[in-house]
């Protein structure tokens, strides 16, 4: 951790599960890793993961919750990106240590 002497609130660790609870699902990992490349509406997430669009905003409604990823309204379309660098590099990290090769 970065700051390891840091006290941490029953709040802060609760965020932080809600946070790790919303990643453990592989489609809403999908979601992440395809916001990585940029802001999104539920239209193009849907097409770029083949899911139902009503899917779709369902899991969004949830990583949003968890505050993994943020919205805004443009017109009538509803656009998705990361909430922030932190979900990126916690995402990123926890993908790269899920590639490396598994040793004893």
Request: proline share 1%; hydrophobic share 45%.
């Amino acid at each position: 951790m970065a700051n390891e002497s840091r006290e941490l609130t029953d709040e802060q660790l609760q965020a932080a599960g809600t946070m790790f609870s919303a990643l453990a699902d592989p489609a809403r990992l999908r979601l992440i890793v395809e916001l990585a490349r940029g802001e999104a509406t539920v239209s193009d997430l849907a097409s770029a993961t083949q899911e139902k669009l009503t899917t779709v905003s369902a899991r969004l409604g949830l990583l949003w919750s968890a505050r993994l990823v943020a919205r805004r309204r443009e017109g009538k379309s509803m656009l998705y990106r990361l909430h922030d660098a932190h979900v990126l590099t916690l995402v990123s990290n926890a993908l790269d240590h899920a590639c490396e090769e598994h040793h004893s």
